[in-house]
């Protein structure tokens, strides 16, 4: 029984630890697809950026952010994809809860 309470701490630290840089992945990614989206709207203000680049940056920031959420949104247990809610209680392809 002390073995299996363990095992359930260490799966909801991990998964407390993933979920703490999903949230930052959020924040980071929003905040440079916002900012290019405004540099793109305001080109007057960045006259040396071309709105090719920014649609670039923008499709560079979005493929990165699926690209770490495919690493990183993962059950610490089972290691299989979570899907689309943060606040998951449990893991629905092995049951472990995570909160
Ligand atoms: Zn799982």
Same mark, same amino acid.
């Given at each position: 029984m002390?073995?299996?309470?363990?095992?359930?701490?260490q799966i909801k630290r991990e998964f407390?630890?993933?979920?703490?840089?999903?949230?930052?992945?959020?924040?980071?990614?929003?905040?440079?697809?916002?900012?290019?989206?405004?540099?793109?709207k305001r080109n007057d203000l960045v006259g040396e950026f071309s =709105?090719?680049?920014l649609v670039a940056g923008q499709l560079s920031v979005i493929i990165a952010f699926i690209g770490f959420t495919a690493f990183?949104?993962?059950c610490?247990?089972? =290691?299989?994809y979570l899907g689309s809610?943060?606040?998951k209680r449990a893991c629905r392809h092995c049951n472990s809860r995570l909160r």
């Amino acid at each position: 029984m002390a073995m299996h309470k363990r095992g359930d701490t260490q799966i909801k630290r991990e998964f407390w630890l993933r979920q703490g840089r999903q949230f930052l992945a959020i924040a980071v990614a929003l905040f440079f697809v916002i900012l290019m989206a405004v540099l793109y709207k305001r080109n007057d203000l960045v006259g040396e950026f071309s =709105k090719n680049a920014l649609v670039a940056g923008q499709l560079s920031v979005i493929i990165a952010f699926i690209g770490f959420t495919a690493f990183n949104w993962r059950c610490p247990s089972c =290691k299989k994809y979570l899907g689309s809610d943060i606040n998951k209680r449990a893991c629905r392809h092995c049951n472990s809860r995570l909160r």
